[in-house]
């Protein structure tokens, strides 16, 4: 089970940082990645990290702006947003999943609920 939080509201150009924590200490070695879907479109991949040698993912719309990391201690993935962008309002989701799968896929297993991010100017 998966619990997203860390969401609220920021002004353009700030921070903020969302945690994506699981109880199931199989979720050190799964490839987990951050989702987000703004009013009205889809669901899409911002960020992701592999279980297996920590490589990551950025969509080009965050890139340099945002910041997927892990700490197998705490059993949680972190993504640290900054130089927030109205655009970058959205409900944000973490997934995880075995390895083994493209970025593209979008095949995940376990999805954690949703939490808001709310970029105001």
């Known amino acids: 089970q998966l619990q997203a939080s860390g969401g609220g509201s920021a002004q353009t150009g700030g921070s903020l940082r969302l945690s994506c924590a699981a109880s199931?200490?199989?979720?050190?070695?799964?490839?987990v990645s951050w989702f987000r879907q703004a009013p009205g479109q889809g669901r899409v991949i911002v960020s992701g990290i592999r279980g297996y040698g920590g490589s990551t993912y950025y969509a080009d719309s965050v890139k340099g702006r945002f910041t997927i990391t892990r700490d197998t201690a705490k059993n949680t993935v972190y993504l640290q947003m900054n130089n927030l962008k109205l655009e970058d309002t959205a409900v944000y989701f973490c997934?995880?999943?075995?390895?083994?799968?493209?970025?593209?896929?979008?095949?995940?297993?376990?999805w954690g609920l949703g939490t808001q991010v709310t970029v105001s100017s």
């Open positions: 997934a995880a999943r075995g390895s083994g799968y493209g970025w593209a896929d979008p095949v995940y297993e376990h």
């Open positions: 199931d200490r199989t979720f050190i070695t799964a490839d």
